[in-house]
């Protein structure tokens, strides 16, 4: 039997590769809670239909959708910062707020990118 407080160890090989998606997509469910998550997907949905509607190469189109996929891993850093600082300093405290503030501006500045790519895509479709 094993102790209840230690997890096992890790399974080792393609085992290790099923654990790991497992995690995975339990993270995706995490994520989809949030408010943000749900819009840049729906944004990002709505940019690769407006990208197709115009005539994008599937080159412009892979990338926005590729920024989207790293606008989505920046906003799940984002949120396990917050849910780890909240967890740390429930109550308000300024290393908390500069923590999120941070992990909130790197959330901008992904969508700033990601705004901006499919601007220039849009402007300049594919010749």
């Known amino acids: 039997m094993t102790d209840p407080v230690k997890p096992p160890p890790p399974r080792k090989g393609l085992l290790h590769f ?24 729906l944004a990002g949905g709505l940019g690769i239909g407006l990208l197709v509607l115009r005539g994008a190469s599937i080159w412009q189109i892979a990338v926005f959708a590729m920024l989207i996929l790293a606008l989505l891993a920046v906003e799940a850093l984002n949120t396990a ?3 780890v600082v909240d967890h740390l300093s429930p109550g308000w405290s300024e290393m908390a707020r500069d923590a999120k503030d941070l992990g909130s501006l790197a959330v901008g500045l992904t969508v700033i990118v990601t705004g901006l790519f499919l601007l220039m895509a849009l402007i300049w479709p594919a010749a």
């Open 18 to 41: 099923v654990d790991a998606t497992g995690y995975s997509m339990q993270g995706m469910r995490r994520l989809l809670r949030e408010a943000a998550a749900k819009q840049e997907c």
């Open 81 to 83: 910062l917050e849910v």
